[in-house]
């Protein structure tokens, strides 16, 4: 089993709607819960991240986390086509650990 | 502060021919990584470092190895290059104290023929 699965997509909606991204994780032991997005042939850059459980809030973007089920969301409101790009969840024990990547879910957002 | 960078951005090679990937960062990250990108398998950990003059293992370090001489400075090796090592590669780097935050670099695109 591996330690965090995310569903790959692709995922296309119109401008405007609420997009919801999730993956699913093995260990209750992580403690770090990150998303990355990647643009098109460029490198990963962090977008949130939540320490343990609870939500995040930055802008149209929300971060979730349900320790209860190992499941880990992100939110995005009134998207936008400049949101279109692959989002990476990220698993980690501690702030020193080593980062655990999903395999990514490409989202395309139609204007 | 052009925070990492890597070189070259593209390179075909033949199978059982040689290259080094250079990762250099101007953020005094303590922490520098290796990573390949496949598709549908995400990121996957080749090696890291933790300071200048150590290395370490990761998920796929097979047929690969590093040197982390300067500690800006992150080398990735193929000694002999196969097929199965066409990938795009993506070094980061990240401060000792907060690894959940890693700065990549553009990637490399790597084709072995």
């Known amino acids: 089993q591996k330690e965090v699965e995310q569903d790959p997509g692709p995922l296309s909606v119109p401008e405007g709607a609420i997009v919801s991204l999730n993956c699913t994780y093995s260990?209750?032991?992580?403690?770090?819960f990150m998303w990355y997005r990647q643009y098109s042939r460029k490198g990963p850059e962090l977008l949130m991240y939540?320490?343990?459980?609870g939500n995040k809030e930055d802008g149209r973007f929300t971060a979730q986390v349900d320790k209860s089920s190992k499941y880990i969301s992100l939110f995005i409101r009134d998207s936008q086509p400049s949101d279109s790009a692959t989002y990476l969840c990220?698993?980690?024990?501690?702030?020193?650990?080593?980062?655990?990547f999903g395999s990514g879910t490409r989202l395309s957002i139609r204007p | 502060n052009a925070g990492v960078t890597q070189t070259p951005k593209f390179r075909v090679l033949k199978t059982g021919q040689s290259m080094t990937l250079l990762c250099a960062q101007d953020?005094?990250?303590?922490?520098m990584y290796w990573y390949r990108q496949d598709p549908g398998m995400g990121l996957r950990l080749i090696h890291y470092?933790?300071?200048?003059?150590?290395?370490a293992k990761g998920e796929v370090p097979d047929g690969y190895n590093v040197s982390r001489l300067k500690k800006q400075n992150f080398l990735l090796g193929l000694e002999s290059a196969a097929p199965s090592q066409t990938s795009v590669y993506f070094c980061?780097?990240?401060?000792?104290?907060?690894?959940?935050?890693?700065?990549f670099g553009p990637g490399t695109r790597l084709t072995v023929t």
């Open positions: 953020m005094n990250h303590e922490y």
């Open positions: 980061a780097s990240s401060l000792r104290t907060s690894t959940y935050e890693q700065y």
């Open positions: 990220a698993i980690t024990y501690s702030s020193a650990s080593k980062i655990i």
């Open positions: 470092s933790v300071g200048e003059g150590t290395t």
């Open positions: 260990n209750s032991a992580f403690q770090y």
């Open positions: 939540t320490y343990s459980s």
